[in-house]
């Protein structure tokens, strides 16, 4: 009998486990409250203004509902990131040697290089970064 009773308290908190979380209440449509951009952002805006001036962008999809936009930069706004990157890619493990370049990305790659921002050069030239932005459902309508 302890057995049962053990076994039933056992499946009833698995059943808790996988329950539906409760809803939250309604959304908060307060405009969301910035504040002055830190001086690594000025590297971003670069990357995407000269990307989106010479329409170096493109889609890419993860197969699993994530959708991106692709931001390619080259020359001096990618030199400025990938010299900036530097001692953050030193500091943090996220500095990798492929196909002849040496990249430094703004976070650690665990599985892949989707949605991590990146920068690269072969042999102190050739400066290309991979800026990523989170488009979501609405870019393939």
């Known amino acids: 009998m302890r057995r049962l009773a053990a076994l039933a308290a056992l ?4 059943a808790c486990a996988h329950a539906p979380e409760p809803e939250a209440g309604p959304p908060d449509y307060a405009p969301i ?7 690594h952002a000025r590297l971003y805006a670069d990357c995407f203004r000269q990307a989106a001036d010479t329409g170096s962008y ?11 936009l692709l931001f390619t930069c080259t020359g001096a706004p990618a030199r400025a990131f990938f010299d900036a990157l530097g001692p ?21 790659v665990q599985r892949n290089l989707f949605g991590v921002d990146s920068c690269s050069a072969t042999d102190g030239a ?3 970064c991979v800026i990523t932005f989170n488009a979501g459902d609405f870019l393939d309508q």
Do not use: N
Not at 11 to 14: E, H, P, V, Y
Not at 33 to 39: D, L, M, Q, S, Y
Not at 58 to 68: M, N, P
Not at 88 to 108: C, L, N, P, V
């Open 126 to 128: 050739d400066h290309r």
């Open 58 to 68: 493109r889609r890419a999809a993860d197969g699993g509902g994530d959708e991106l």
């Open 88 to 108: 953050w890619s030193a500091q943090i493990g996220s500095e990798f040697e492929h196909d002849g370049r040496t990249y430094r990305s703004t976070a650690k």
């Open 33 to 39: 409250v910035g504040e002055t951009a830190p001086r």
């Open 11 to 14: 499946f009833s908190l698995a």
